[in-house]
């Protein structure tokens, strides 16, 4: 198979990057950082070549990206993950935010969509977050919430075409982008987990992939709790 990943660089996406490498796949892994994509081609010289992408730049995307036209499966992992601090409110955060979350993976979209063919997966990860009112998480779960609607409608508009599109709800997992937490994360899971359950996810065309599936009952079972419930739960764990 021929795999796009965004976000290979590091955490969830650099996991799948090299999973798929070592099963013999061709893995085309984007990202900013050139050392770390450097080192990817270095691992896996026949699997993996790096493509230095920044999802942000609306010119950078499409040039880069259009020219793959062979894929069977893309990953859009990119991702970034800030706080509100009530105090200081700042929207200029909301727009770093969507800006790398919900518009550069849709530059992402627009760019490959046109080589998509049925058969082909578009994978996008969002996450569990989007499930309740998280304390300090009006911008990354707003974008993860935004992110979630949009693949769902995309898998409405792209079945025509017998693409696949395929959501991704981590819950908490072990990376780069969790360790600026400074709360109780339960139930987090490695990479690895991380990897193998979207990669069986992608396998069995499970259209929402969320893991650890315990994490993920309880967080959609609270979703359907009355508001005023998921709120007085919510403050808990903001404590
Ligand atoms: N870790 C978790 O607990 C968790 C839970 C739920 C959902 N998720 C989601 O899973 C995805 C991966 O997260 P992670 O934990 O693996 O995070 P991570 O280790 O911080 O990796 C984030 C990746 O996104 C890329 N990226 C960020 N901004 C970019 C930009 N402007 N252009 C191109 N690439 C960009 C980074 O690459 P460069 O820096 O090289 O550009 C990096 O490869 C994210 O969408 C995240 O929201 C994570």
Redesign the pocket.
């Known amino acids: 198979m021929n795999v796009l990943i965004?976000?290979?660089?590091?955490?969830?996406?650099?996991?799948l990057a090299m999973d798929y490498a070592k099963a013999g796949h061709h893995v085309v892994a984007?990202?900013?950082?050139k050392e770390?994509?450097q080192a990817l081609e270095q691992e896996f010289p026949d699997t993996i070549a790096g493509q230095q992408?920044?999802?942000?730049?609306a010119d950078e995307t499409l040039q880069n990206l259009r020219p793959y036209t062979d894929l069977d499966v893309v990953i859009?992992?990119?991702?970034?993950?800030e706080y509100v601090d009530i105090d200081h409110f700042e929207a200029d955060m909301f727009a770093r935010v969507f800006?790398?979350?919900v518009v550069?993976t849709m530059r992402c979209v627009e760019a490959l969509l046109p080589n998509l063919k049925a058969g082909s997966k578009l994978v996008i990860?969002?996450?569990?977050?989007r499930l309740l009112p998280f304390t300090k998480a009006e911008a990354?779960g707003g974008s993860?919430a935004a992110i979630h609607y949009i693949t769902r409608s995309l898998q409405v508009d792209l079945a025509p075409r017998g693409i696949k599109v395929l959501s991704?709800?981590?819950?908490?997992?072990?990376?780069?982008?969790?360790s600026q937490n400074d709360f109780e994360?339960p139930m987090?899971v490695t990479?690895e987990f991380?990897s193998a359950s979207i990669r069986k996810g992608i396998e069995k065309n499970t259209l929402d992939i969320t893991f650890p599936r315990t994490f993920g009952w309880f967080l959609k079972f609270s979703s359907r709790l009355p508001q005023s419930w998921q709120v007085a739960l919510s403050r808990r764990f903001s404590k």
């Open positions: 965004t976000g290979a660089t590091s955490g969830i996406g650099k996991q984007c990202g900013r950082n770390a994509l992408l920044d999802i942000t730049h859009l992992s990119a991702g970034v993950c800006n790398v979350n550069g990860v969002g996450s569990t977050a990354y993860k991704v709800s981590p819950g908490f997992v072990e990376t780069p982008m969790t994360m987090q990479p991380a």
